[in-house]
């Protein structure tokens, strides 16, 4: 088995990275943070794991948007769940 996680979208993350806004972002998501969360989900200078009740979500900061995901380790996947403008994800 590799080493890497792989990466899986949710549908409802399919549909939000459609909206206009979301699209150019769609491409760097693919080829720049993907591979990163393949190698590491869990640590990285704009990842961070979020707290309280939402403690089993890591978030991705991609200037003022935020892509949020969960990871099952057993699986060795990460599950990216949602994207956001900062100003609405808090």
Excluded: C
């Amino acid at each position: 088995m590799s080493d890497e996680f792989l990466i899986a979208e949710t549908e409802s993350f399919q549909k939000i990275i459609q909206k206009s806004q979301f699209r150019s972002l769609h491409s760097k998501i693919v080829d720049y943070i993907y591979p990163q969360l393949r190698q590491n989900p869990f640590f990285g200078t704009n990842i961070k794991k979020l707290k309280g009740a939402l403690s089993h979500f890591y978030r991705f900061r991609i200037g003022s948007y935020r892509l949020f995901y969960t990871i099952d380790t057993n699986k060795y996947m990460v599950f990216i769940i949602t994207i956001k403008d900062r100003k609405d994800s808090y």
